[in-house]
């Protein structure tokens, strides 16, 4: 039996937990000890309690950093969380070192963590990446531009000294930590394998020739059966923030539409609720179960999160509302696609109804969502998380090997 520590460090909400979950349980099924180390405990126990998979709180960056321009890529999306100043950053890579050193892995997986993967370096422990196209940049110096749907004039001196810096950073902090330095900000990405897990056309950063894509690992079967306001109208899942700025505005737009809504928001006042529930509009206070809910309604509501796969596969247009710059991305591959519409972050609430009937009513939108998911036959997650968990068990033979020699 080996123990295998599943790392996630940076992100929110439950979609790293989600992709985790049917990994670990495959990992316990062949006879290892998957142990979950996550950003969010908070409802870690809810989830992950029924199986009961181990977990513990992983070390995070709390400290605010202030007076930084927006980021252009993800390396100046680092200097938020540790990577501006050594001296943090040692303190962190220590923290996981510490960590792993109570738990004795023989194996380390990787989602969304990248400071875990610098403290990672030099330990002899094999190591495998996964995540979403974002959590999996490419492998290029400097790491690319958010904004690939501007022209970014102007940009690319600015983002080689960031990766230069960053560069030095984490060379000082591997130093003294006795490991192997690096040449690039996307060496932090190195790993014995690297899956990711999307489509090819949803990739933020573009189709990768060299990409391994693995297509979306979920957990499909978790939370509740949907139940849906009784009618004859269009039924309309969405998965909302209960902090999205625009929400009071998007609910009043619900209200005046004529299908049928069915609304999951964690944490959602009661107020709200109560204020927004009627004949044609149900909330969910538990998580539903996504298989169902998606073959069940006809469009979904959603920020551009993992949902956003989820819609497509299953053929079915999206009104998506990002909130951060990774949904954003997201939102102009749909749209790219013409399987969806969007409110960006600045954009002006007072389209939303409009965009809402766009979403009912276009047919071209659920007719490219329909082309999409045609593309992808199967929406059966089991062949991805046994491709990943074979993986883990080839890394540990290989350590095994290298170890008798």
Known sequence: MATIVLNWELGAALGHVARYLP??????????????????ISRAEAVLGPY????????????PVFGLPPDLNFTETLYRFGFLH????????????????????????????????????????PRLLLGNSFAVPPRVRPLPRYRWW??????????????????????????????????????????EATYICARPPLDVYGVRQDGEYLGPINSLNMGADPLWPLGDGA???????????????????????????????????????????????????????MREV????????????????????????????????????TSHRVEVLGAGVLLPIEGNPAVLPRLIKRLLEDGHLAARAEAYSRQWPSTDQTPAVARVVDRCETLLKHADLAAET
């Open 23 to 40: 990994i670990a349980l495959q990992l316990r099924e062949r006879g290892h000890r998957p142990v979950l180390v996550l950003r969010d």
């Open 52 to 63: 009961r998979i181990e977990f513990l709180q992983a070390p995070v960056w709390l400290t």
């Open 86 to 125: 050594p001296e943090g950053l040692l303190a962190m890579a220590m923290a996981w070192r510490g960590l792993w050193e109570l738990l004795q892995p023989q194996l380390l997986v990787f989602d969304m963590a990248p400071t875990a993967l610098l403290a990672a370096r030099g330990l002899g422990i």
């Open 150 to 191: 501007t022209s970014g004039a102007g940009e690319q001196a600015r983002l080689a000294e960031t990766d230069e810096r960053s560069t030095r950073n984490c060379n000082t902090v591997l130093q003294r930590l006795g490991a192997p330095l690096i040449r690039q900000v996307a060496d932090l990405f190195e790993a």
């Open 235 to 289: 039924r309309v899942f969405a998965y909302l923030k209960s902090d999205y700025k625009h929400l009071e505005p998007l609910l009043n737009a619900i209200a005046k539409s004529r299908a049928r809504y069915l609304i999951y928001a964690a944490g959602l006042p009661e107020q709200v609720r109560k204020r927004h529930e009627s004949e044609h509009v149900t909330f969910s206070a538990i998580p539903l179960r």
């Open 294 to 329: 998606v073959k069940q309604c006809t469009a979904i509501i959603c920020h551009a999160g993992g949902m956003t796969d989820i819609a497509l596969d299953h053929g079915k247009p999206l009104l998506l509302l990002p909130m951060q710059m990774e949904q954003t991305m």
